[in-house]
């Protein structure tokens, strides 16, 4: 049995498919059961892990555990959205160990080289650094920007590209990332417990394609066979920017702008290539990409600018 936390969201709804394919059965640990999509071989339980409630439960007779939950809700008094995941993966750790859990598997972010970290990096490292200290079997996951209709940065991206026709891009557009499709995500994070190598280990998993983040938008908007006028400004302008995308998009600004710190550093992987081989994966180009992407997209909802 595996288990898979934060169930109903995007990475994790995306890997209980993908582990049911593979006719592996699921327990999934959700706040809200009613929000799971009832499906063959799932199974659902009530179950908080701020709160604490439930995972005891979820997590008996599992052999692997999901770790796929990050916070970045507005906090209440006195503690930030850092202190409730650190919170939450301490809690994780110890009840998965007392239930004799075997792996553990997190997903957490690509790490800049060096110089500060945003917020939102620091505390999904401080997660990857519990979980691998704490739980048994530990193996963490780094993922810059994943390409898929359902992911938050790169829809925020798609909302932006369609509807402005001007397109501002601070001066984080020059820092470089190398994103990776969605379908590989989830392929890294479904292979994962099956190999012994990687047990105790950090690794990053990346697409072949090293891009600016001015590049990306440039590929997307011709993908979707737009013409957008880039503008270039001199300085990152996080505060205010995150609020005017905010607005553009749809999407809260507790959402933005985190992503949009994260920005602000170049973001590759240490040796992507390397894990790509231990796993036997061949990941996606980037264009391939963000055509998969778009055509999902497309398939659940309209593009106006298409």
Do not use: C
């Not at 979820?58 to 990050?70: E, F, I, K, P």
């Not at 993966?89 to 970290?117: C, E, I, M, Q, T």
């Not at 996606?284 to 593009?303: C, Q, V, Y």
């Amino acid at each position: 049995m595996e288990l898979v936390t934060g169930a109903t969201g995007y990475v994790g709804g995306r890997l209980v498919r993908r582990l049911r394919a593979q006719g592996r059965p699921v327990r999934a640990l959700v706040r809200e059961p009613g929000r799971l999509k009832p499906t063959d071989g799932v199974t659902a339980v009530r179950g908080d892990l701020l709160a604490g409630s439930g995972v005891e439960a979820a997590l008996d007779g599992a052999t692997t555990a999901y770790y796929l939950v990050h916070s970045m809700e507005p906090a209440g008094p006195g503690e930030d959205f850092a202190a409730r995941d650190r919170r939450a993966a301490r809690r994780f750790a110890a009840a998965a160990r007392a239930a004799g859990v075997k792996r553990v598997v997190y997903l957490g972010g690509v790490a800049p080289a060096g110089g500060p970290l945003s917020p939102h990096i620091a505390s999904r490292l401080e997660v990857e650094e519990i979980l691998l200290a704490e739980a048994p079997g530990a193996t963490a996951l780094r993922a810059s920007i994943l390409i898929g209709a359902g992911s938050a940065s790169f829809r925020i991206l798609v909302r932006l590209i369609e509807r402005l026709r001007l397109l501002p891009l601070p001066a984080w557009r020059a820092n470089r990332t190398q994103p990776i499709a969605e379908r590989d995500a989830i392929e890294f994070l479904a292979r994962t417990p099956t190999l012994a190598a990687t047990a105790g280990r950090s690794l990053d998993i990346a697409g072949p394609d090293v891009v600016s983040y001015g590049e990306m938008i440039e590929r997307i908007a011709e993908e979707m066979g737009v013409g957008r006028l880039p503008l270039g400004l001199r300085a990152s302008l996080t505060p205010p920017a995150s609020a005017v995308v905010a607005a553009v998009t749809g999407q809260p600004v507790e959402l933005v702008r985190p992503l949009m710190e994260s920005l602000e550093r170049d973001l590759l992987p240490r040796d992507a290539a390397a894990t790509a081989a231990l796993y036997g994966i061949e990941p996606l180009g980037l264009d391939r990409a963000i055509s998969r992407a778009l055509a999902e997209w497309e398939r659940h909802e309209e593009l106006a600018a298409r």
